[in-house]
């Protein structure tokens, strides 16, 4: 972008286009805020919702301070554990979900769901919720979902699928995650 353009969702005629970034490996969350912090960067409005996080990841700092971004966090929630959800998942997925499809049909540039694919994995939320806050979301919205892993009922709703493949990783080494880097 030169120096003289800005970004105005109001010059451009093009479809907001549906991301899905998935997979086992790292990246998932760093992909949406680089895309977050591009489009504020270029002017646009941006509203970010995070579906199962508690908001104390190292990176809602920098988007709460973002000009042009609204951060959305329910608030504090465990993990998931092999026990299940409990009904504060379901309370925090309702909230960010309400939240995501206000965003959606009010009409902003970019809209980020974290997660929201690993509360569909979890049956926290139904497929059907997905696929109605991508078919009622404004025209020019541009949507990103994030989550291990993607439906194939959703990829005919999807304009981009991107994998991201874990490897390696020192957490199987019993490195524990690190501030910064995995959180």
């Given at each position: 972008m030169y120096e003289n353009q800005r970004y105005s969702r109001h010059t451009h005629n093009h479809r907001g286009m549906?991301?899905?970034?998935?997979?086992t490996g790292p990246g998932k969350t760093s992909r949406a805020v680089g895309l977050a912090?591009?489009?504020?960067?270029?002017?646009?409005?941006?509203?970010?919702?995070?579906?199962?996080?508690s908001g104390d990841s190292a990176e809602v700092?920098?988007?709460?301070?973002?000009?042009?971004?609204?951060?959305?966090?329910p608030g504090?929630?465990?993990?998931?554990?092999?026990?299940?959800?409990?009904?504060?998942?379901?309370?925090?997925?309702e909230t960010?979900?309400?939240?995501?499809?206000?965003?959606?049909?009010?009409?902003?540039?970019?809209?980020?769901?974290?997660?929201?694919?690993?509360?569909?994995h979890f049956e926290l939320i139904h497929l059907g919720q997905i696929h109605t806050l991508i078919r009622q979301k404004d025209r020019k919205t541009e949507l990103v979902l994030t989550g291990a892993e993607v439906p194939e009922?959703?990829?005919?709703?999807?304009?981009y699928i991107t994998q991201l493949t874990q490897?390696?990783?020192p957490y199987y080494r019993?490195?524990?995650?690190?501030r910064g880097i995995e959180y």
């Open positions: 549906v991301h899905a970034v998935f997979g912090v591009r489009m504020a960067g270029a002017g646009g409005e941006v509203i970010f919702v995070q579906f199962m996080k700092e920098i988007l709460r301070e973002t000009r042009n971004i609204e951060y959305l966090c504090s929630v465990p993990f998931v554990l092999p026990k299940g959800p409990k009904t504060q998942h379901y309370d925090h997925v960010a979900l309400k939240w995501a499809s206000e965003a959606s049909q009010k009409g902003c540039d970019l809209l980020v769901c974290d997660e929201i694919l690993d509360a569909l009922a959703l990829y005919d709703d999807l304009d490897i390696k990783h019993g490195v524990p995650a690190r």
